[in-house]
């Protein structure tokens, strides 16, 4: 999470984040009033930390967005979203981690049909920066659902791999060079990152402390998925495939 200048290119709704220098805190405005909504609040937004689609159970909300693999994790009553945020890398480094990470934060969102007036902060911090966003489709794109959770053991052309799974978020390990795997599950498709304590390319910035990583794409089918992966931030191009073990 960065405190971001937004801008917004018609039609394309072209989201440019530039990194400044940190703003003055923001008093947070009052929020008392809660609202009944009608609908649920899952889709796709355009919003000032990047696109975030929406998953909505009951009153439970995951979404994933561009931000660092940003992950938002809460739950809604009325039209107000209450949780967290967690990213990949950000402007400061909680002292504990949260699913595996150390950065991430409390938000508050504050729903009126098609757009949003949200605060975020880092750690426990009370939120208090701005995150605002609008309404891109209320319906997201159509991806094929899995029945299960991937979380189990699988083996795969890079070693045994053990998931778990928390709502969309995912971790792993994997016995290739002490691999890790963290990412994000949208349908049945995993995004995210590996990182190993060793490989054939050094990066030249440093993912959780360790230099070799790169991308992931993961595409599950039941009891198999077909995956590629890349180095560092390189479009995911080499294969990965995998089976579940049978318990």
Known sequence: MRISSVNLFAVGLTLTMTLGLPTPTVQAKSQTSIKQTKDSIAGVWNSSEGTITVQQSGSRVSATYTQDNGVIEGSISGNVLTGYWSEDSSNRRCNTSRNGRYYWGRIRFVFDNSKFSGLWGYCDDEPSRTW?????????VSKPEISNSIAGVWN?????????????????TYTQDNGVIEG?????????????????????????????????????????????????????SRTWTGNRRNS
């Open 132 to 140: 605002t966003g609008n309404l891109i489709s209320k319906t997201p």
């Open 156 to 172: 795969s052309s890079e070693g045994t791999i053990t998931v778990q799974q928390s709502g969309s978020r995912v971790s792993a």
């Open 184 to 236: 994000s599950m949208s349908g049945n498709v995993l995004t995210g990152y590996w990182n190993e304590d060793s490989s054939n390319r050094r990066c030249n910035t440093s993912r959780n402390g360790r230099y070799y990583w790169g991308r992931i794409r993961f595409v599950f089918d039941n009891s198999k998925f077909s995956g590629l992966w890349g180095y560092c931030d390189d479009e995911p």
